[in-house]
């Protein structure tokens, strides 16, 4: 016999279970050493259950016998190192699944003998009995001696339909309650064989007091009316272990809106928190009265519970719009959460290595006796041999081990539950408090800002906006708990804008704005309570911009995006943003609302990070609009396909249709706010194709321009399409080809110098970058060009008069207009002779270009660039304090007009004068 062997024989009798159940059965001996090599399955279970069968033992006696074999198996394999913790979980899991199965089948032929067959009153169809596995059972997970969690359940009332004058029918809940009551003894009664697994039903609607089975109906009430919030949690582990799959289906439907917010719901952290602290007080008063109960590696701190919560908390904050996160398993959603991204990966790695740990742990304390316990043993003797089954030299090596994984699980466990909410102006929150419930508010309100080193006008101002938004309506009907957060939030903001001095004024109203929005969404005042750092970016972003701070009131799910600092100051990964998109679209496939609406929240992040950066000085303007544009492009692309695959009769599973994107769009200089000028072009041949790409083009805008609880993705302009309000909304591409030689107007063409392929058919994209090219470089008369040209820009100016004494960077002589004019006129003029000025680089690009190629006076030129990209940053800055009209003091831009309007003098002054 090898040391080995030896090793294994001396760990195997460390567990009493293991070597009573030898004793007690001899010829089981041989049969264990046979299995003991294998993995065990559901088939093998079968196998041995039908040979005790046919040995002439009762289904309640086989199956006992047939558990003491698995335990016993998994003992073995788990301590002779043959098995992992993976291994004996799934497989206890496993077992648990084919004894209720087992059990529920024998039973419920029995029940139909005697009382029918229970019958839907609306359906007309069978009914059957669901046996939910919960907690561990739930995910898999269970351990080797645990109890089984259930709760039993059916989808509609009604009763048993008899076949003969013997049956005597019954309502279904009687049906039900009857089987679920033989279910409960056939697995958990003690015989002389044992049992089968120790049955828990505390968890089902209303506990101990409530009906043993409940209607869907009933389920569906109790979570409507009474649900709690631990229950939530609970219910994250439901798993049908029996049951048809339609019922499932309407069952999870029911199940999965009261676990999962389809917000954000940071409140969850302080649910679990307060339940863990409960849990942790129970452990203390238990390891008081009883210290040989002391460490308690599943309640106890750094313990297993502790590692199953922070999973769960970003379950129950994140299922609702995240679907991969609605996993049962502990293990599965951990290493989720560190493929998102959510947690860092290498952090997971360690809590996975704890959780193990704790858990081949646990199991061993339970085979020393077949016990559902999760504390060590008080007798010294038994602490030794739960360390040799940890394969530890002795107890005090064992817990030298121990100590580092608890340690590390608590550090983490603290991370995400300490209360996060600033403690250092607990005083000062408490002033705030009286203050504001005071008669002499006013005055009390001042003093205290004062006391902070506000202003006396800011203190002004602040404290009469501030006693104005806690007397409102609004904010007097919230709950308690959520006044009391609040007031902790204003306190801690007044704290920020005191120190941040620039806008004081500014980023208190527009944060008391959205406090009032957000007031009664108590998840949002969690979200900002847990993450201090939070609260902060949003003060500053409110100082810095109008727009962002009513973006962020409009969107304050967007809360979210300002967790991860690191995020916010990453470049986006637009194959990967594309990538989850499509995964997400996807999920909520045949769900058109779903759909519009991950399309407008998924669309709302990734802007809104782009904001937040843009805010911190981190993007250029140029580098700005070029995400923008990015991002807009990967939105056309998915709501095109989308929108395809609502159309019934489509003809092709991808359409051969292609966006094509003109404006700001096509020259890749979006804003925040800007709308898609676009056109919709075809090349198929299919006699149904021009319908359906109507159907297309018209279900693409309503995709975009539709108003959800998101709000809309773009406002969607087809007015450059052939023929304007008059054409065809969709237009094949040789149509538009015609169109464009023959028809369009010289305007037409100008907006073509800014047109690009934006999405859909490459191959349509193509066709229409050589139409693009052919047009643009087509020989023109220079002068009717030039006349055209100013007549057009006459045209614009005369319809957006300036009557104030501020420079209008967009509209007024020597703006932006005029330098976007200058741009198409020289391309349209000169592209026929030099083709590079067809590429569509943008206006400042486009410039240079023309001054290498000695077109215009290369200073003029470097100037007027300059001047475009200066008014498109002051445009930029104006835009973002929420103002319609970009208009500065001319002193500001003197220079910059004076060099524009003298390149455009240089090109047009000759239709100028004579027009005069």
Same mark, same amino acid.
């Given at each position: 016999? $090898? ?57 309640? =006696? ?28 799934? $497989? ?20 139909? &003998? ?66 679920? =009551? ?22 089902? #609607? ?159 304390? /339970? ?38 994984? %608890? ?65 409102? #309506? ?29 806008? /004081? ?30 609260? &902060? ?12 701070? =009513? ?37 909520? /496939? ?16 990734? /802007? ?47 359409? %051969? ?23 919709? +072009? ?22 975009? $321009? ?79 060009? %030039? ?82 990209? +200066? ?18 003091? #001319? ?26």
């Amino acid at each position: 016999m $090898t040391a080995s062997t030896n090793l294994h024989a001396d760990i195997l009798q460390a567990s009493r279970f293991f070597n009573h159940c030898l004793q007690a059965d001899p010829d089981r001996a041989e049969l264990l050493q046979q299995v003991s090599g294998l993995s065990l399955s559901t088939d093998d279970f079968a196998h041995f259950l039908q040979k005790e069968i046919y040995a002439g033992a009762s289904l309640n =006696k086989a199956m006992r016998r047939l558990r003491k074999l698995v335990v016993c198996t998994l003992i073995k394999r788990d301590l002779c190192g043959q098995a992992n913790f993976d291994e004996v979980a799934t $497989t206890i899991s496993l077992f648990a699944d084919f004894v209720v199965q087992q059990h529920l089948q024998a039973l419920n032929l029995e029940m139909q &003998a005697l009382y029918g067959t229970p019958t839907g009153e609306e359906s007309g169809n069978e009914q059957v009995l669901i046996v939910l596995g919960m907690g561990k059972l739930g995910g898999y997970e269970l351990n080797v001696s645990s109890d089984i969690d259930l709760i039993f359940c059916y989808a509609e009332d009604g009763e048993t339909q008899v076949q003969d004058a013997s049956q005597r029918s019954l309502s279904n809940h009687e049906y039900f309650n009857r089987l679920g =009551k033989k279910l409960i003894a056939a697995i958990s009664e003690v015989t002389e064989d044992g049992y089968s697994f120790r049955v828990d039903m505390a968890l089902r #609607p209303n506990g101990a007091s409530g009906p043993l089975v409940a209607s869907f109906n009933m389920i569906e009430e109790y979570f409507l009316i009474q649900g709690r919030e631990w229950e939530r949690y609970a219910w994250v582990k439901a798993r049908a272990m029996t049951g048809n799959p339609d019922d499932i289906a309407a069952l999870e439907k029911i199940i999965r809106p009261f676990v999962y917010r389809r917000y954000l719901d940071f409140g969850a952290i302080d649910s679990l928190r307060s339940m863990h602290a409960q849990i942790r007080a129970e452990v203390v008063r238990q390891e008081t009265k009883h210290p040989e109960r002391s460490n308690n590696v599943k309640l106890g701190r750094g313990g297993i519970r502790e590692v199953e919560f922070l999973a769960q908390v970003f379950q129950l904050i994140r299922g609702g719009r995240d679907a991969s996160l609605r996993d049962r398993s502990t293990r599965r959603t951990l290493q989720t959460l560190a493929d998102k991204g959510i947690l860092d990966a290498g952090v997971i790695e360690k809590l996975l290595l704890s959780y193990e740990f704790l858990r081949n742990l646990e199991h061993r304390l /339970q085979y020393l006796d077949d016990a559902q316990t999760h504390t060590f043993p008080a007798r010294e003797e038994d602490q030794q041999k739960i360390a040799l089954m940890m394969h530890c030299g002795s107890v005090a090596e064992l817990l030298e081990k121990l100590r580092p994984h %608890r340690d590390f699980i608590a550090e983490q466990f603290d991370a995400i539950f300490r209360d996060k909410a600033d403690n250092s102006g607990e005083n000062e929150q408490g002033m705030l408090a009286v203050s504001l419930a005071s008669p002499d508010s006013d005055e009390l309100i001042a003093a205290h800002l004062s006391s902070l080193g506000l202003s006396t006008e800011v203190t002004r101002a602040v404290s009469q906006r501030l006693l104005a938004t806690w007397q409102s #309506p609004k904010v007097q009907a919230l709950s308690e708990s959520s006044r009391i957060k609040l007031v902790s939030l204003l306190n801690n903001a007044l704290n920020i804008i005191a120190r941040q001095r620039d806008n /004081q004024v500014l980023a208190w109203h527009r944060l008391l704005d959205f406090m009032e929005a957000i007031a009664r969404r108590a998840a949002y005042l969690s979200l900002l309570t847990e993450y201090p750092h939070a609260l &902060a970016r949003v003060i500053r972003m409110m100082a810095a911009s109008d727009w962002a701070a =009513k973006f962020l009131t409009r969107h304050p799910i967007l809360l979210d995006e300002l967790l991860d600092e690191a995020s916010l100051h990453e470049h986006p990964d637009w194959p990967a943003f594309q990538l989850d998109l499509q995964h997400h679209l996807q999920q909520h /496939q045949g769900d058109t609302e779903r759909q519009m609406e991950t399309l407008r929240e998924m669309h709302h992040a990734m /802007q809104f990070r782009l904001l937040a950066q843009d805010l911190e000085g981190q993007l250029s303007v140029e580098h700005l609009a070029d995400e923008l544009s990015q991002l807009a492009d990967i939105i056309v692309a998915a709501v095109l396909q989308s929108a395809w695959e609502t159309i019934a009769s489509r003809h092709r599973p991808e359409p %051969r249709f292609a966006v094509i994107a003109y404006g700001k769009q096509g020259g890749k200089e979006l804003g925040y706010a800007s709308d898609l000028d676009v056109i919709f +072009l075809y090349e198929d041949e299919d006699q149904d194709a021009p319908a359906n790409y109507a159907k297309l083009g018209q279900r693409f805008i309503t995709w975009m $321009t539709s108003h959800t609880p998101a709000g809309i993705l773009f406002d969607i302009d087809i007015a450059l399409r052939p023929d304007g309000a008059s054409g065809l909304l969709v237009s094949s591409v040789a149509s538009f080809a015609r169109y464009q030689e023959k028809s369009a107007w010289l305007w037409e063409h100008q907006a073509l110098t800014r047109a690009r392929f934006c999405a859909g058919d490459a191959a349509i994209g193509e066709q229409f970058e050589q139409i693009r090219e052919q047009v643009l470089r087509q020989t023109r008369d220079a002068e009717k060009l %030039r006349m055209e040209v100013v007549n057009m820009r006459k045209k614009m100016r005369d319809a957006h008069v300036n009557r104030s004494e501020l420079f209008d960077l967009k509209h007024d002589a020597g703006g932006m207009i005029d330098i976007e004019f200058i741009v198409q006129f020289l391309v349209l003029k000169y592209a026929g002779q030099h083709p590079s000025l067809t590429a569509n680089k943008g206006n400042i690009a486009l410039l240079k270009r023309c001054a290498e190629l000695g077109l215009i006076d290369a200073q003029l030129a470097e100037h007027t660039a300059n001047a475009y990209r +200066l008014y498109r940053k002051l445009q930029h800055g104006i835009r973002l304090q929420g103002e319609d009209r970009a208009r500065v003091l #001319p002193e500001l831009v003197e220079q910059e007009a004076a060099t524009t309007r003298a390149l455009w003098h240089q090109l047009f002054d000759q239709v100028t004068n004579a027009d005069q």
